[in-house]
């Protein structure tokens, strides 16, 4: 794919990037390795002053960025300058956090017959961030700003479709004072991913996009015997039980549903609801979705902008017309709009079975499966019934069945009684086919550190295999 911004709302191509040549992909891995190791030797309070002069820039250009974001991409403006507002706020957060969460960890000294015994958390070096376009400036800032952090430094791979963001937060790296290289876009097709992640001086891969993506940077990463963090599709679940509010699951619904133009990850996908409460439900969130408004993104008004590209309107529609043909029931939407821009109505679809594509596969434009379900075990086994375990949201009121749902929900986030999202406070990832490792949070941070166990003794030989057979 070539390497350009164009219009969702307009197709128009408004400029277009020469991918990098070889020499100037090593010139660039050069460089951040060299910023490495200066990097590590830098204090934690230099760099957090560096990390919250970034803050400071993304809130000054807020409105410049944002807007951007949606000329290359096609969300709101309003989510966009709300986009840039949440990394701001990560990395002030991690500015702020990371002296505590780098702090050595003192150990029980006596049980492992030591005088002091500690863990330590030190940066490995250069970390390859292959990036989607949906949140371009989120899915970098919580990578970058927790990684900066510990002393590791940065390669940006974007996705081909979001180049101007990609440079600019270079640029915002450089300008908060970061050493040249801490922070770096490569401007590259998927195909150079390969020849970086196996240069020697890259050590670690972090993914944020597709399950074939993810498995291609695993592959490589296997063979190099390098560590990689995965966050890739969803299909999540939003159950709705008898005891819920309804009203209030249904407006979160078209929410969670639409948010950023349907193109989450943890957007809810599938929405489970007892059949108590199946059709007052349906009826409230099908008039949701329908009354939003389609439209310019850069329009305050707009609820819901163009999808990304005119291949991932296609896609969603095929999967609403193959439902279609084997029998499903539309209650909203599901009609291909005429003229400029790549937008898709908000679509209810229900009455959906297993062999639909809908069922299984990940659905990335504003359209809601709808299934009923007549008992708990049913919902969970729904809920349950797919690839994917990233997010997930269960709406009821009853205590002893929101610790069911907590427990025999498979995925790596749920949300009870509300709307999956991240949070620079909670861990953040998936189980099953959605990936592995954790984002945000101090374990976000940790994930590319050395967490190295220190072990001071007086000499004695005590540390050996055989020591815990004495
Ligand atoms: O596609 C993944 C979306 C993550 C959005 C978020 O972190 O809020």
Same mark, same amino acid.
């Given at each position: 794919?070539?390497?350009?911004?164009?219009?969702?709302?307009?197709?128009?191509?408004?400029?277009?990037?020469?991918?990098?040549?070889?020499?100037?992909?090593?010139?660039?891995?050069?460089?951040?390795?060299?910023?490495?190791?200066?990097?590590?030797?830098?204090?934690?309070?230099?760099?957090?002053?560096?990390?919250?002069?970034?803050?400071?820039?993304?809130?000054?250009?807020?409105?410049?960025? =944002?807007?951007?974001?949606?000329?290359?991409?096609?969300?709101?403006?309003?989510?966009?300058?709300?986009?840039?507002?949440?990394?701001?706020?990560?990395?002030?957060?991690?500015?702020?956090?990371?002296?505590?969460?780098?702090?050595?960890?003192?150990?029980?000294?006596?049980?492992?017959?030591?005088?002091?015994?500690?863990?330590?958390?030190?940066?490995?070096?250069?970390?390859?961030?292959?990036?989607?376009?949906?949140?371009?400036?989120?899915?970098?800032?919580?990578?970058?700003?927790?990684?900066?952090?510990?002393?590791?430094?940065?390669?940006?791979?974007?996705?081909?479709?979001?180049?101007?963001?990609?440079?600019?937060?270079?640029?915002?790296?450089?300008?908060?004072?970061?050493?040249?290289?801490?922070?770096?876009?490569?401007?590259?097709?998927?195909?150079?991913?390969?020849?970086?992640?196996? !240069?020697?001086?890259?050590?670690?891969?972090?993914?944020?996009?597709?399950?074939?993506?993810?498995?291609?940077?695993?592959?490589?990463?296997?063979?190099?015997?390098?560590?990689?963090?995965?966050?890739?599709?969803?299909?999540?679940?939003?159950?709705?039980?008898?005891?819920?509010?309804?009203?209030?699951?249904?407006?979160?619904?078209?929410?969670?549903?639409?948010?950023?133009?349907?193109?989450?990850?943890?957007?809810?996908?599938?929405?489970?609801?007892?059949?108590?409460?199946?059709?007052?439900?349906?009826?409230?969130?099908?008039?949701?979705?329908?009354?939003?408004?389609?439209?310019?993104?850069?329009?305050?008004?707009?609820?819901?902008?163009?999808?990304?590209?005119?291949?991932?309107?296609?896609?969603?529609?095929?999967?609403?017309?193959?439902?279609?043909?084997?029998?499903?029931?539309?209650?909203?939407?599901?009609?291909?709009?005429?003229? !400029?821009?790549?937008?898709?109505?908000?679509?209810?679809?229900?009455?959906?079975?297993?062999?639909?594509?809908?069922?299984?596969?990940?659905?990335?434009?504003?359209?809601?499966?709808?299934?009923?379900?007549?008992?708990?075990?049913? =919902?969970?086994?729904?809920?349950?019934?797919?690839?994917?375990?990233?997010?997930?949201?269960?709406?009821?009121?009853?205590?002893?069945?929101?610790?069911?749902?907590?427990? !025999?929900?498979?995925?790596?986030?749920?949300?009870?009684?509300?709307?999956?999202?991240?949070?620079?406070?909670?861990?953040?990832?998936?189980?099953?086919?959605?990936?592995?490792?954790?984002?945000?949070?101090?374990?976000?941070?940790?994930?590319?550190?050395?967490?190295?166990?220190?072990?001071?003794?007086?000499?004695?030989?005590?540390?050996?295999?055989?020591?815990?057979?004495?």
């Amino acid at each position: 794919m070539s390497i350009a911004t164009t219009n969702p709302a307009t197709e128009q191509v408004l400029k277009t990037f020469e991918a990098m040549s070889t020499e100037q992909i090593d010139a660039a891995i050069e460089r951040a390795d060299l910023a490495y190791h200066q990097l590590r030797e830098t204090t934690v309070d230099q760099r957090a002053q560096w990390m919250n002069t970034v803050a400071d820039l993304l809130e000054e250009d807020r409105d410049e960025i =944002a807007r951007i974001m949606t000329q290359e991409m096609g969300k709101t403006y309003v989510a966009a300058q709300a986009e840039v507002t949440k990394c701001a706020s990560a990395c002030r957060f991690y500015a702020d956090r990371a002296p505590s969460f780098l702090a050595d960890q003192p150990a029980d000294a006596s049980a492992v017959k030591a005088t002091r015994a500690f863990i330590r958390y030190q940066p490995i070096g250069v970390v390859l961030a292959v990036m989607p376009w949906n949140f371009p400036l989120w899915q970098v800032l919580r990578f970058a700003a927790p990684a900066l952090m510990a002393g590791n430094t940065g390669l940006l791979k974007h996705a081909s479709n979001v180049p101007q963001t990609a440079l600019l937060l270079e640029d915002v790296f450089r300008r908060a004072g970061f050493p040249e290289g801490a922070f770096t876009t490569v401007l590259v097709g998927s195909e150079a991913v390969d020849r970086i992640l196996s !240069d020697p001086r890259v050590r670690a891969a972090t993914l944020t996009g597709s399950e074939p993506a993810g498995r291609s940077i695993a592959q490589i990463a296997g063979r190099e015997l390098k560590k990689t963090v995965l966050e890739l599709g969803g299909s999540d679940p939003f159950v709705v039980m008898p005891s819920a509010d309804v009203d209030r699951a249904a407006e979160v619904a078209t929410t969670a549903r639409c948010q950023n133009n349907g193109q989450s990850c943890i957007a809810a996908k599938r929405f489970i609801v007892h059949t108590d409460v199946f059709d007052a439900f349906a009826e409230k969130f099908a008039a949701n979705m329908a009354a939003l408004r389609v439209g310019d993104p850069m329009d305050p008004g707009t609820d819901v902008g163009p999808l990304a590209s005119q291949r991932g309107r296609d896609e969603v529609h095929a999967q609403v017309r193959d439902a279609v043909d084997n029998g499903a029931t539309v209650l909203c939407g599901g009609e291909l709009p005429t003229g !400029d821009g790549w937008y898709y109505p908000p679509t209810v679809v229900t009455d959906l079975t297993p062999e639909m594509r809908m069922w299984r596969e990940e659905v990335f434009g504003p359209v809601a499966g709808l299934y009923r379900v007549s008992s708990y075990e049913e =919902a969970i086994e729904v809920a349950n019934g797919t690839s994917f375990g990233l997010g997930s949201n269960a709406w009821t009121r009853d205590e002893a069945e929101q610790e069911r749902f907590a427990v !025999d929900l498979d995925a790596g986030n749920v949300f009870i009684n509300g709307m999956t999202t991240s949070f620079p406070e909670l861990p953040f990832g998936g189980v099953k086919n959605s990936g592995y490792g954790r984002e945000l949070s101090e374990l976000g941070m940790r994930e590319f550190c050395n967490t190295k166990t220190v072990w001071v003794g007086e000499g004695v030989a005590s540390a050996g295999a055989g020591a815990h057979a004495e």
